[in-house]
């Protein structure tokens, strides 16, 4: 006839309070592991979602600097325009125009100290 005392450690491994904890325990063990798993993905996420909204500032600034800069090409285009930077840059003369060329202003005349500080120092040396 087998025995109806139980084993003090089989008395633990079966009650049903020792169940709950462990299923407790295990429940809260897989949300920590999903948890620990998730936040990763969503800090990437929320750091791309930045980066994406100053990128897409940075595109608008370049896009609109773009444009002005096409603006301006046009605008150089123009007979008007190519004759200016010709004028300016290259010193164009149409036939019939004098050129004239204006130096610079002379500079001053070179002025020397009466005493060099090496003339003092040898004096003052004996020498």
């Not at 993905?41 to 600097?65: F, G, V």
């Not at 046009?74 to 204006?102: D, H, K, M, W």
């Not at 020397?112 to 004996?126: K, M, N, R, V, Y």
Request: proline content about 7%; hydrophobic content about 45%.
């Amino acid at each position: 006839m087998p025995s109806t005392t139980n084993h003090p450690l089989q008395r633990v491994l079966v009650s049903g309070k020792t169940r709950r904890y462990l299923f407790w325990i295990f429940i809260l063990a897989v949300v920590v592991v999903i948890l620990i798993w998730a936040i990763q993905p969503i800090r990437l996420w929320l750091d791309q979602r930045e980066e994406l909204s100053t990128k897409q500032q940075e595109l608008t600034d370049i896009q609109s600097s773009n444009s002005a800069l096409e603006q301006r090409a046009e605008e150089l285009q123009t007979p008007e325009q190519i004759e200016l930077f010709a004028r300016q840059n290259f010193g164009l003369i149409r036939e019939g125009e004098e050129a004239y060329a204006v130096l610079p202003a002379a500079p001053g005349p070179l002025r020397i100290p009466s005493s060099w500080p090496f003339t003092e120092l040898a004096d003052a040396l004996g020498g």
